[in-house]
């Protein structure tokens, strides 16, 4: 593991503190329309903030998805890193973000079976290819939605 204060630009304050990394091991390519990243932040950071609080840990997601495709680790699987003071922070920070982890999974299987049925079940043509609750929504208003040039 690398130290504080190198590429990933962590504190200084965190240098000597405890670190594991936990892969969330969940393939987003397989449900698309399932944004990973955010169902583990939660609304407005609300779950990492939670853990932090909890457990008097810092918590990173770092990996595919979350880093500038450039950037040293954007490669990597998906990941949360945590960081602790000592061994019991880090023992609580683990266990919830554990939780976390389980409890984004369940809905993430329950997410990816739902859509693999819709695709089992619109394969004729008269069916549309996506179902309206996974299409995603138009980045603009209706009323700034024209139709293409003739």
């Known amino acids: 593991p690398g130290g504080p204060g190198g590429p990933g630009g962590l504190a200084g304050s965190l240098k000597g503190w405890l670190q ?22 939660g609304p407005g950071v609300s779950y990492i903030r939670y853990v932090e609080a909890e457990s008097n840990c810092r918590v990173f997601i ?29 023992a609580e920070g683990v266990r919830l973000v554990r939780s976390l982890i ?10 990816k079976e739902e859509y693999h049925r819709f695709l089992a079940a619109s394969s ?5 290819h ?6 995603q929504p138009h980045p603009y ?3 700034m939605q024209h139709a293409p040039p003739p």
């Open 20 to 41: 594991e990394r936990i892969y969330l091991e969940m393939d987003v390519e397989s449900a698309p329309y399932y944004n990973l990243v955010e169902k583990v932040k």
């Open 130 to 135: 996506h179902p309206q609750q996974f299409q």
């Open 62 to 90: 770092n990996g595919r998805g979350v880093m500038l495709k450039n950037a040293p680790g954007a490669d990597d699987a998906l990941n949360i890193h945590v960081r602790a003071p000592n061994e019991a922070c880090m």
């Open 141 to 143: 208003p209706q009323h």
């Open 102 to 111: 389980e409890t984004v999974r369940a809905d993430y299987l329950r997410h």
């Open 124 to 128: 004729g043509p008269a069916r549309p």
